[in-house]
């Protein structure tokens, strides 16, 4: 599949983020997203992918940063749902417990030393064993519930990085001082993020997630359009996708 034509007729978008609805709540979440936390070393969002079947929604779930615990690290909400991405000094709470990053339906106590989520035990979807409390592994094998057992499971959380760009003008007498912020409307997107990670895919499609698209250019009508990396996969936006 080719991607769309800068000054020709309108390219088939074949199902795929075909309106201008869709384009535009796909970009103003990642924009949101992007914007959360600007904290040297700490990004705001990850994609991960590699979760087991049996473990609900988990695989191609987002999860966006939310604050610090009182460690210093980072801790992450998912976009949908109740899920958290912590780190955990010692999720026992017996002070010579192993340090792990863990993701548990239960959100962390940020003012607590361990045993962030209260249980007095090591309960929780996935960990990993992690002194390094900067970020968690991109990568790695976790320990993993799944159909009621924990098993080793590869999981790769993919981060999810956008561009905002602030505009300030500057004149004299009087002095006034103008702050412009991308903009998302009906006609166009400018300053469009340089990259997109896509994540919620049915099963049919499963394979989408956690796909990253590049951007790529703009169409004859001003918006922006994708390339996944890797393969020919694309994200653009069709005024009238039947012709």
């Not at 249980?119 to 002194?131: F, P, R, T």
Request: hydrophobic letters at 30%; a negative charge.
């Amino acid at each position: 599949k080719s991607p769309p034509a800068e000054s020709t007729n309108c390219h088939r978008a074949r199902g795929r983020f075909s309106t201008a609805r869709t384009m535009a709540r796909l970009l103003a979440g990642v924009v949101a997203a992007s914007v959360v936390s600007c904290s040297l070393g700490q990004p705001s969002m990850y994609t991960l992918t590699g979760g087991c079947y049996m473990e609900d929604g988990i695989d191609g779930m987002s999860f966006v940063k939310q604050g610090n615990t009182r460690s210093g690290a980072p801790y992450y909400k998912a976009m949908r749902g109740e899920k958290y991405l912590y780190h955990d000094p010692d999720c026992t709470g017996s002070t010579d417990g192993t340090p792990r990053w863990i993701i548990d339906v239960i959100k962390p106590d940020v003012t607590k030393d361990q045993d962030l989520d209260g249980d007095g035990m090591c309960n929780y979807i996935a960990g990993i064993e992690s002194k390094y409390t900067g970020h968690p592994p991109t990568r790695g094998d976790w320990t993993m519930m799944c159909a009621g057992n924990y098993q080793l499971q590869f999981l790769s959380l993919n981060e999810v990085t956008t561009t905002l760009t602030l505009t300030t003008t500057t004149t004299k007498a009087p002095t006034t001082v103008t702050t412009t912020v991308t903009s998302i409307n009906s006609t166009g997107v400018s300053n469009a993020p340089m990259s997109l990670t896509l994540s919620g895919a049915c099963v049919y499609k499963r394979a989408l997630n956690g796909l990253t698209y590049d951007l790529v250019g703009t169409s004859a009508d001003g918006w922006p359009f994708y390339k996944a990396k890797g393969v020919d996969e694309y994200i653009y936006h069709d005024a009238d996708c039947d012709g």
